[in-house]
């Protein structure tokens, strides 16, 4: 799970929404992904980090500072930590960053389907599935935060990609994607890079599950209320929290029931679609709008 350093509130909510123990017993195990604190950061301490890491034993921490720029280094972190502490013990690998919502019971179940139905992929070196973004251009808007000089990726288009909100892969796959990246030049947007521009030099391709996310958090916020109402099974499995760190909390522990037979299907005419009112969250979209501000 990629973390801002600073985002212990959000990490908290994660072990409350399905501690340690429990992910173990599905055989399971999820480690944060920090980075070094920058000096401008005074809500949190190292020395809380080191306590918190005492206590969960859940953070790994890379010596590079957390900032947006750096969140291909951390990406990288993640793969190979996996691919050599746990290249025995890991199947499989789920990245995610810490403000998305996920059904982990959801994905622990397409695991074990995997397995059975395709084993040649499951154990593969070519495993890389979540939700594809289509080839695109860079941002060429410089006051964009997201803006890519030319000279940082000068072809016109992006290569397809998985969005770095969730995405699954293994160790085999992991390995060859960190070996590539360590041979090519560093590009700063993380998703685009490793499932992009590094799989496509690989020769891998995506396997398409754009049915699991929902862009909007006010889609989760419904499917807990229709979840404690009327038991209907969520339709969306991924989604952004948008600012609520309490959804995680709510959503997993409403959505668990779903795979003890408990939940049923919507009806039709009651898609989310059709019946989510929701208050609005705020999500900023994967690669952000201009600001624009007056200077005086």
């Not at 793969?79 to 959801?106: M, P, R, T």
């Not at 397409?110 to 289509?134: K, N, W």
């Not at 000068?154 to 085999?172: E, I, K, R």
């Not at 499917?223 to 709510?250: A, F, I, M, T, W």
Request: hydrophobic content about 35%.
């Amino acid at each position: 799970v990629t973390s801002y350093a600073g985002h212990d509130a959000l990490r908290s909510a994660h072990r409350q929404a399905i501690p340690q123990s429990k992910l173990e017993e599905m055989g399971l195990r999820r480690v944060f992904l920090l980075a070094a604190l920058p000096s401008r950061e005074h809500f949190i301490s190292q020395d809380q980090l080191a306590s918190e890491q005492n206590r969960f034993g859940d953070l790994l921490q890379g010596n590079f500072i957390e900032d947006y720029r750096n969140l291909s280094y951390k990406h990288v972190m993640g793969l190979k930590w996996v691919s050599e502490e746990c290249k025995k013990q890991a199947k499989f690998i789920i990245k995610l960053d810490d403000d998305i919502i996920y059904d982990v019971f959801h994905l622990r179940r397409y695991l074990e389907t995997l397995e059975v139905r395709e084993p040649g992929l499951a154990t593969s070196s070519t495993l890389l599935s979540g939700y594809v973004l289509d080839a695109k251009p860079p941002i060429r808007l410089r006051a964009n935060k997201w803006y890519v000089s030319k000279k940082e990726y000068p072809q016109a288009l992006y290569p397809a990609y998985l969005s770095g909100w969730l995405y699954v892969t293994n160790v085999p796959t992991a390995e060859r994607i960190v070996a590539e990246a360590e041979r090519m030049s560093f590009f700063w947007i993380d998703d685009t890079w490793l499932t992009g521009v590094v799989r496509t030099r690989l020769g891998i391709p995506l396997e398409r599950h754009n049915d699991w996310f929902s862009a909007n958090a006010e889609f989760i916020d419904c499917c807990v209320r229709d979840l404690k109402k009327h038991n209907y099974e969520c339709e969306y499995s991924v989604g952004p929290n948008g600012g609520d760190d309490r959804l995680l909390v709510e959503f997993l522990h409403n959505v668990e029931k779903c795979y003890f037979d408990e939940c049923v299907k919507r009806p039709v005419g009651k898609s989310l679609k059709e019946t989510c009112l929701a208050a609005a969250k705020s999500r900023p979209p994967k690669h952000g709008f201009p600001e624009i501000k007056a200077l005086r």
